[in-house]
């Protein structure tokens, strides 16, 4: 029905790495787990699936949406900083729009107005305006003023009362992303842990993530998962 989910618990055992994905346990509804091991880690979250399941684990991760501190830009860095956010938008919007194309394919229009609606707001002049003012006037760099101005029109969203505006925060957030992405603050929206060829996009693998986005989730190889 349309009951929530409880959460269920997972445990990774301590002493294997991400590369070769840790034994794991999952409980989903109605499961009780033995107590933990000292060492293993236990976690707990919303499951896609019941019952339980032992196997390895794909930890996935995502493009962090905090960037550290860095001094003022120099006066003459900050033209070329302004260039490199406009690379970075452009650079975001075309791989959204691959993606775009790709959820058309496999799973239909419906699915792809996800990513349409990323790609309206990375293409949207107002913040890119809001942003290159940032860069130039506190001589920061576009990572920092992607966030603030990006991080403050989320929040604003977050705190409507109408729930559909509310929602419009995390496509804020996902297009936030795509362009700290293409800013070279993570090498990918959809890697887990592992890096190369060690990361096999959750085939095969329990898969374990703060928040599994449209984008990581096409990532993923999700009929063996």
């Known amino acids: 029905g349309n009951a929530a989910r409880p959460e269920a618990s997972w ?21 009780r787990m033995t107590q933990a ?27 962090p949406l905090e960037t550290d501190a860095d001094p003022a830009l120099d006066t003459d860095r900050v033209p070329p900083e302004v260039d490199r956010f406009g690379r970075a938008v ?4 075309r791989r959204v729009g691959s993606l775009r194309r790709q959820a058309e394919e496999r799973m239909g229009l419906a699915e792809a107005g996800i990513f349409e609606a990323h790609l309206v707001l990375i293409e949207d002049a107002a913040w890119h305006e809001q942003v290159t003012a940032a860069i130039r006037s506190q001589r920061v760099r576009a990572e920092a003023a992607v966030n603030t101005v990006l991080g403050h029109h989320e929040n604003r969203m977050r705190g409507f009362a109408d729930p559909h505006l509310r929602d419009r925060a995390t496509d804020v957030a ?14 990918s929206l959809s890697l887990c842990a592992a890096t190369g060829k060690a990361c096999l996009r959750g085939r095969n693998r329990i898969v374990v ?17």
């Open 11 to 31: 445990r990774i055992r301590r002493g294997s790495s991400p590369t070769e994905g840790g034994p794991a346990v999952t409980a989903g509804r109605g499961k």
């Open 37 to 63: 091991r000292k060492d293993e880690t236990t976690r707990r979250g919303l499951p896609l699936s019941d019952g339980v399941a032992v196997g390895q684990v794909c930890l996935f991760r995502d493009c």
């Open 90 to 93: 452009r650079d975001a919007a």
């Open 174 to 187: 996902e297009a936030r992303r795509h362009v700290l992405a293409a800013l070279g603050t993570c090498e």
């Open 209 to 225: 993530a703060p928040e599994l986005t449209p984008a990581m989730t096409l990532g993923m190889d999700s009929e063996h998962v």
